[in-house]
C-alpha cells in the first residue's frame, strides 16, 4: 500500500483505466469476431453491418492509442479483404 497520498491516489486512477482499457479491448475483439463470424456463415448483409461496426471500433480504438496506427490499418485492410472475397 502507497504511503503517500498522491501515490496512492495514482495508483487508484491507473486501476481505473486499466480496467476502461480492458473494456475497450474486449469489445474490439468481440466486435471482430462478430464480423468473422457473419463471414462464415456467408451472410453479406449481416457481414456489412458488422464490418462498418468492427471498422469503426478499430479507428475509435487507434485513436485512444489502444491500438497502433498500423496495426489498426492492418486489421482493417484483412477485413475488408474478407469482405470482397465474399463476392
Known sequence: MANIKSSAKRDEKSKELRAKNRAAKTELKTM???????????????????YKVAV?????????????????ARKKSAMTKKLNEMA
Open 56 to 72: 469503426s471500433t478499430v479507428d475509435s480504438a487507434a485513436g485512444k492509442g489502444l491500438l497502433h496506427k498500423n496495426n489498426a
Open 32 to 50: 471482430m469476431k462478430k464480423f468473422d463470424a457473419a463471414v462464415v456463415n456467408g451472410n453479406k448483409d449481416e457481414a456489412v453491418n458488422a
